[in-house]
Nanobody, 120 residues
Framework: QLQAYGGGLVQAGGFLRLSCAAS????????MAWFRKAPGKEREFVAS????????HYADSVKGRFTISRDNAKKRGYLQMYSLKPEDTAVYYC???????????????WGQGTLVTVSS
């Protein structure tokens, strides 16, 4: 089970850190990813990190602004979001799966989502 939290309202240029809390014993061996869904748009990939933290991928739209990380001992995943833009407004979901990649079809475990709103 996954639970995403940390969303909120922030001004453009601001910072937010999202967290994903996992329960169960498998988290440390699973890839973890963040996806987002904006109103009227399809869910899109944001970032992913392998179980060891050695393989990290970002969507082009967030590269250089967002940082994904994880703490397996705490069963937590994180998404640090800098220089936020209004177009980053979306519900953000964390997901986990063994050998997950950058497609939402790769992931079988999902959190409930947390809303990020960036005002201009």
């Amino acid at each position: 089970q996954l639970q995403a939290y940390g969303g909120g309202l922030v001004q453009a240029g601001g910072f937010l850190r999202l967290s994903c809390a996992a329960s169960g014993r498998s988290f440390s061996s699973y890839s973890m990813a963040w996806f987002r869904k904006a109103p009227g748009k399809e869910r899109e990939f944001v970032a992913s990190i392998s179980w060891s933290g050695t393989n990290i991928h970002y969507a082009d739209s967030v590269k250089g602004r967002f940082t994904i990380s994880r703490d397996n001992a705490k069963k937590r995943g994180y998404l640090q979001m800098y220089s936020l833009k209004p177009e980053d407004t979306a519900v953000y979901y964390c997901a986990a799966q063994s050998n997950g990649g950058t497609s939402d079809r790769d992931y079988g475990y999902w959190g409930q989502g947390t809303l990020v709103t960036v005002s201009s």
